[in-house]
């Protein structure tokens, strides 16, 4: 799916006001967390604070808004019987009306060029305040100080900080796409034969597709902390994109398709040419979590997405990019999929 800026300047764009609907803070056992975003226009609503009746507060106080009340309200819940909800924890959520579809659009633009994107709004009740940089280290994050009377909202977006890199357009590759699309991840999706990727316009904006005869260029232009999964066709084409994502050591991980003996056959190979033994682990052949025996394409791409959600999580919670040329950074203990045998 789109960035939720790039959705709400879309519909701006059409007239209809809406509401930006933030987790400010989420304390204990929540739903969601902090920084989830979900829109409310007067008819309907993209992507979801958690559900249940937390939701339909939300909800109820948008449309309070988008009626002529407030330009903005900080609500806090406790997610107890209450509620009809038994998390136990404490949401606090920022909402405020917005109707500008060329600023949203910028700021959409601005992610998409690769720049960090900041936003502060207070109890004073002027509007939040927007701020563009050029990205840095720094980690996405969401603040929430002060009470319910004097508070401060602080946020920043980073431009895609996920990056899957992936080679092979075939049935599993498409359906890992499918799967990770919706989540925000940058998928950067490489392959030779063009017309396997149909319609390249039609596919979400945090998917680039990349038709090439020299995909080993695209190993090398990976930003750091990329993930590379290899799903060609072809296991030579396999064999020169393994070798050339083993001349960077600043990847967080590293997967390949395949049974035990192709990955027996790669190590020899690759110990062959050069490349040390103790780099081996590195790479995750057979891929995806353990105990998924389906061969199917969409099993396969599930067990992978959940694999890559795991490097993902990591990465959060490290509170930053894994940009470093040690092996230690890289997700190489997390474990193969032992449980089958892939092509």
Excluded at 252 to 269: L, N, P, Q, V
Excluded at 284 to 312: D, F, M, N, S, Y
Aim: aromatic residues 6%.
């Amino acid at each position: 799916m789109s960035h939720w800026m790039q959705q709400l300047a879309q519909r701006l764009a059409l007239g209809a006001d809406q509401v930006l609907v933030t987790v400010a803070r989420a304390d204990g056992s929540t739903p969601r967390d902090a920084g989830t975003v979900m829109l409310v226009s007067a008819t309907d609503t993209l992507d979801t604070i958690g559900g249940g009746h937390l939701e339909w507060e939300a909800i109820t106080m948008a449309r309070v808004l988008l009626a002529g009340g407030p330009p903005q309200a900080l609500l806090r819940f406790n997610l107890g019987a209450k509620l009809g909800q038994c998390c136990g924890g404490v949401v606090w959520l920022v909402l405020e009306r917005v109707s500008d579809a060329a600023a949203w659009q910028q700021r959409a633009l601005a992610l998409r060029e690769g720049h960090l994107v900041r936003r502060q709004l207070t109890s004073a009740g002027h509007g939040s305040t927007w701020h563009t940089t050029p990205a840095t280290d720094q980690a996405a994050s969401t603040q929430l100080d002060g009470d319910l009377k004097t508070w401060t909202l602080t946020q920043t977006w980073l431009p895609h900080p996920f990056t899957v890199v992936l080679f092979g357009a075939g049935h599993v590759g498409a359906a890992l796409v499918h799967v990770l699309a919706p989540l925000g991840v940058k998928l950067v999706w490489v392959d030779e034969r063009e017309d396997l990727f149909g319609d390249m316009d039609a596919w979400p904006d945090n998917v680039q597709c990349i038709a090439t005869d020299a995909p080993e260029s695209e190993i090398a232009a990976a930003a750091p902390g990329s993930c590379f999964l290899l799903m060609t066709h072809n296991h030579a084409l396999d064999f020169e994109l393994c070798q050339a994502v083993f001349k960077r050591d600043d990847f967080d991980y590293f997967g390949m398709i395949g049974s035990h003996s192709k990955r027996a056959t790669f190590e020899h190979r690759l110990r062959d040419r050069g490349v040390p033994v103790t780099r081996f682990k590195e790479l995750i052949c057979p891929i995806g979590v353990p105990g998924i025996t389906a061969k199917e394409p969409a099993a396969i791409a599930i067990a992978v997405a959940a694999q890559l959600l795991q490097v993902r999580e990591r990465q959060q919670v490290l509170g930053r990019r894994l940009a470093h040329s040690s092996n230690d950074h890289t997700l190489a203990d997390l474990p193969p999929n032992r449980s089958s045998e892939q092509v």
